[in-house]
């Protein structure tokens, strides 16, 4: 009985001193737990991205989600807002109307990050955004945008017309095989040795399409979506080859179909509205 009692107080002492411990190192703990406080870009953020998108716009430098084989840095913050709004307005707000109000929130990458700086690769390339996972999309070059420049503009947008594709087709996949009959010679790891002229005389929209099937099928939408009908088409038209015209028209209806057929969205319609936006950009 006795060596029952005096293990009953051990206990008891070990559990105080243990309670003491953890007050001890709450109060000498150097985490900041304080509410931050918000500035008038992170309300705005909340109200245009977070509460009606469950998105999360990342501007503020976190060292973990960057390559550290990169020369990269945060944006300068009076580079965020108008890349935001940009991308709320060509991206977000035309899928939004063609697609339905909850398309977004259904299918969307559920943080953005914004880098200031060129993301330059050992080719010589420059990687204009990632998506990873399907939960991310990186932009770079944020301090670079100049939203009155239109080329500039279609440039830093064209960043998530492409890599939101690859979402979509994250969540419902294309014909892979149908498609890379279309244009079954020219796909190249070495795409970047190739120029876009010499690449469309073969049936692919952009040099870079022929890196792969899925970014040919991106690319395809980023080139749709960044130019209204009379300029792509002025595009497709310019192409001397009439073989590499009847493939990249082969490409584009079955883009259209997989729009169609799988979300419910006229790719044509979408075009129209992404291109009275980017003008809306541009004006104001």
């Avoid at 709450?26 to 509410?35: A, C, K, P, R, W």
């Avoid at 339905?100 to 060129?118: M, T, V, Y």
Wanted: charged letters at 20%; one cysteine or more.
């Amino acid at each position: 009985m006795k060596k029952i009692q005096l293990g009953f107080f051990f206990l008891i002492g070990l559990l105080l001193f243990s309670s003491c411990q953890r007050e001890e190192s709450v109060e000498n703990s150097e985490i900041n737990t304080e509410t931050p406080q918000l500035t008038s870009l992170d309300k705005w953020i909340r109200e245009n991205y977070t509460k009606p998108y469950n998105i999360e716009a990342i501007y503020k430098w976190n060292e973990n989600s960057s390559a550290a084989n990169r020369y990269l840095h945060p944006p300068i913050v009076d580079s965020v807002l108008p890349a935001l709004k940009a991308v709320k307005k060509i991206w977000l707000d035309s899928y939004s109307e063609v697609g339905g109000a909850d398309f977004i929130k259904k299918i969307a990458p559920r943080e953005l990050q914004l880098i200031g700086g060129i993301n330059l690769n050992p080719s010589g390339t420059i990687t204009l955004g990632l998506a990873e996972g399907g939960k991310r999309i990186t932009f770079f070059n944020t301090d670079f945008l100049n939203v009155k420049n239109k080329s500039n503009l279609i440039r830093f947008v064209s960043t998530i017309q492409h890599e939101y594709c690859h979402i979509l087709n994250q969540t419902v996949p294309f014909d892979e095989a149908a498609y890379q009959l279309i244009t079954p010679v020219g796909y190249t790891a070495q795409w970047f040795n190739e120029d876009v002229s010499s690449s469309r005389e073969l049936g692919f929209i952009t040099d870079y399409s022929r890196a792969s099937v899925t970014e040919d099928f991106a690319e395809m939408v980023n080139i749709m979506l960044s130019n209204n009908n009379e300029d792509y088409n002025a595009i497709i038209d310019a192409i001397s080859s009439e073989e590499a015209r009847a493939s990249i028209r082969k490409k584009e209806a079955l883009i259209a179909e997989y729009y169609k057929s799988n979300f419910n969205i006229d790719l044509y319609e979408l075009q129209a509205v992404a291109a009275r936006n980017t003008l809306e950009v541009l004006n104001n």
